[in-house]
């Protein structure tokens, strides 16, 4: 599976952006993806995942209510809604795939895309 993660920018706190990754390889219907992130000096930390169908999702608490994840397997993409951006959801943001499940640690996920910075000024 190789997976490319767009969509990044400089916003002001409380704008939204959207993250995008596409995915190619493997069917992508079968793959848990998710969105981890990380900032400098810390460890990499998990957002969002969703399973295969979509219907099953789970956000970390800091980015619950303001975050959305979504995919569409027609397309191979998953998406990042992230509203009422906040200076420490500065980051860069990485999306993951694992086949068949995985949960909210780094170790669980075994594709990686190249990350695409996500910086919110205050």
């Known amino acids: 599976v190789q997976l490319q993660a767009s969509g990044g920018g400089l916003v002001q706190a409380g704008a939204s952006l959207r993250l995008s990754c596409a995915a190619s390889?493997?069917?992508?219907?079968?793959?848990?993806m998710g969105w981890f992130r990380q900032s400098p000096g810390k460890a990499r930390e998990f957002v969002a995942k969703i399973n295969g169908s979509g219907r099953s999702t789970r956000y970390a608490d800091s980015v619950k209510g303001r975050f959305t994840i979504s995919r569409s397997n027609a397309n191979n993409t998953v998406w990042l809604q992230m509203s009422s951006l906040k200076p420490e959801d500065t980051a860069v943001y990485y999306c993951?795939?694992?086949?068949?499940?995985?949960?909210?640690?780094?170790?669980?996920?075994?594709?990686w895309g190249q990350g695409t910075q996500v910086t919110v000024s205050s």
């Open positions: 390889g493997r069917t992508f219907s079968n793959n848990y």
């Open positions: 993951a795939a694992n086949w068949n499940y995985a949960g909210i640690y780094p170790q669980e996920y075994d594709y």
